[in-house]
């Protein structure tokens, strides 16, 4: 017997990692979570697809890295979150394609330009904001009408 669960939207995983996020501290530091449960923001959307966060997040990148890229509704939220940044992704050297998790991960650790000398990362509400309007964005993008075939 294949029993297939329905997949969790795109908008549903983006507020459920801002909820992660707002519960348990947003981590800039590195690898992707620390010991006292904060969460990076690619950390928090794969918690969300996933209700995981596997231990590796608190010790190797590449391990994590791999993680986050083969779970595909995670990296779906991811690249919707790096389409509503100000920011083009990183073009990845060894692979030619955009790096959406490198874009993610350091949009919240990068001081936002704004010409005074006390520039700063974006807040936390503001990470949140951001992350609600893209599943907002999502959630319009995949709410047209299926078109039967004629």
Request: one cysteine or more.
């Amino acid at each position: 017997m294949n029993l297939t669960l329905p997949r969790t939207s795109t908008g549903t995983i983006l507020r459920t990692a801002a909820h992660l996020l707002n519960y348990y501290g947003l981590h800039t530091g590195h690898q992707f979570a620390s010991i006292d449960g904060r969460l990076d923001i690619c950390a928090a959307i794969f918690r969300a697809a996933t209700g995981k966060t596997p231990n590796c997040f608190l010790t190797d990148e590449d391990a994590s890295l791999l993680q986050i890229r083969v779970c595909e509704p995670a990296m779906d939220a991811i690249r919707m979150l790096s389409a509503v940044l100000p920011t083009l992704p990183p073009t990845d050297v060894d692979t030619g394609v955009d790096d959406h998790i490198e874009h993610v991960c350091h949009w919240a650790v990068t001081p936002v330009w704004t010409g005074n000398a006390d520039d700063q990362p974006p807040t936390m509400p503001e990470v949140i904001g951001l992350i609600l309007r893209a599943a907002q964005a999502a959630d319009a993008l995949t709410a047209a009408p299926h078109q039967n075939a004629a």
